[in-house]
C-alpha cells in the first residue's frame, strides 16, 4: 500500500493506477468508510483513500480541534480492506500561505446544514477539487448519511464538468440503527442509548408515507413530535425536501429525502431516510 504526505508523492502513486476509486474521508475510519473502501476497491480494483481533516469545513467555534484522530489505525484498516494509496496530508500542504480561492456551490449548500454551518460546504467543495484534481480518480464514493453533501458534490461535478462519477453508497448503521459516524464517538452512555430514537423517528415518517401520506408538513410535524420527546436534545432542523434540490415540499409527488440534525448536548448527528416515487 502507498502511502503519500505530499501532492507531488501522491501524484506519482497514482501514476501507477489505471481505473481508480477514490474515498475521501477525515480520518477515525468505521465500517461506514470500510464499505465505500471495498465497493471501490471491487469496482475499480484499485482504490484511494484520502485521510485529512479539513479546516476549513468548520467554523471557529466547531469542532475542528478535538475531532477524533487515528492514524496509525486508520492505515492498518485501510490496507485491511484493499487500499492501494493512502492520501495523508497535512493542511499546510493542501492551503499553502498564499491560497486564496473557494468553491462555492449554490443553492443546495445554503440550505439545511449550510443554514446552521455557513462555511461548511464551501470548504467541502473546495477540499473535494482539489482532491479529485490531484488524484484523477474514475469514481469518488461517500455514503448516503451525509445526504446534503451527495447533493452538493453531484452538483459540483455536474456543473465544473469534472471527469468522474460520483457513487452514493447506502448508509451503514449500528445494530440498534444509529447511523455511524466518526463523531457518535463523543456521545457519553446515556446519549448512546438515547441516539437510536433518530432513526426510529425516521422509520415512523417512511411508515406514514408508505400508508399514504403525502402532506409534508405532516411528516414534519410528526417528525418533530417524536424527536422532541427524547432527552437532553435540541433540534436544529427537520426537513422533508426534493431529493434534488433540496428545497422543503408541501406536497410528496415523487418520494422526498427526509432529514434531520440533532444536538445532544455539544454534539450534532445527522441522519436521514430517502422516500421513493
Do not use: W
Not at 492520501?87 to 499553502?96: G, H
Not at 500561505?97 to 473546495?126: K, M, N, Q, Y
Not at 438515547?194 to 432513526?199: D, E, K, R, S, T
Amino acid at each position: 500500500m502507498n502511502i503519500a504526505e505530499t501532492i507531488a508523492a501522491c501524484r506519482a502513486a497514482r501514476a501507477k493506477f489505471g481505473v481508480l476509486g477514490l474515498v475521501p474521508t477525515m480520518g477515525f475510519l468505521h465500517e461506514g468508510h470500510l464499505s465505500l473502501i471495498r465497493r471501490a476497491k471491487a469496482e475499480c480494483g484499485a482504490v484511494a483513500v484520502s485521510l485529512f481533516v479539513n479546516p476549513t469545513q468548520f467554523a471557529p467555534h466547531e469542532d475542528f480541534a478535538r475531532y477524533p484522530r487515528a492514524l496509525g489505525r486508520d492505515l492498518e484498516m485501510i490496507e485491511a480492506a484493499g487500499g492501494d494509496l493512502v492520501f495523508t496530508p497535512s493542511a499546510a500542504e493542501i492551503y499553502p500561505p498564499d491560497f486564496d480561492t473557494r468553491i462555492e456551490v449554490g443553492a443546495v449548500s445554503r440550505r439545511l446544514e449550510g443554514a446552521v454551518r455557513p462555511v461548511h460546504f464551501a470548504g467541502v467543495a473546495t477540499v473535494v477539487t482539489k482532491l479529485f484534481n490531484i488524484l484523477q480518480p474514475t469514481k469518488a464514493y461517500f455514503g448516503q448519511k451525509d445526504a446534503q453533501q451527495c447533493v452538493v458534490i453531484k452538483a459540483l461535478v455536474r456543473d465544473l464538468n469534472l471527469p468522474l462519477e460520483v457513487v452514493i453508497s447506502p448508509t451503514v448503521r449500528e445494530p440498534d440503527g444509529l447511523a455511524m459516524s466518526s463523531r457518535n464517538s463523543y456521545l457519553n452512555p446515556e446519549q448512546r442509548a438515547a441516539a437510536p430514537a433518530l432513526y426510529a423517528a425516521l422509520q415512523d415518517v417512511a411508515a406514514r408515507y408508505g400508508a399514504g401520506e403525502r402532506n409534508a408538513e405532516g411528516l414534519r410535524k410528526a417528525l418533530r413530535d417524536r424527536l422532541a420527546v427524547i432527552p437532553d436534545t435540541k433540534i436544529d432542523y427537520v426537513s422533508v425536501a426534493d431529493p434534488d434540490t433540496l428545497e422543503e415540499l408541501d406536497q410528496l409527488t415523487r418520494g422526498a429525502l427526509v432529514s434531520l440534525a440533532v444536538r445532544f448536548g455539544a454534539t450534532r448527528l445527522l441522519d436521514n431516510v430517502v422516500l421513493e416515487g
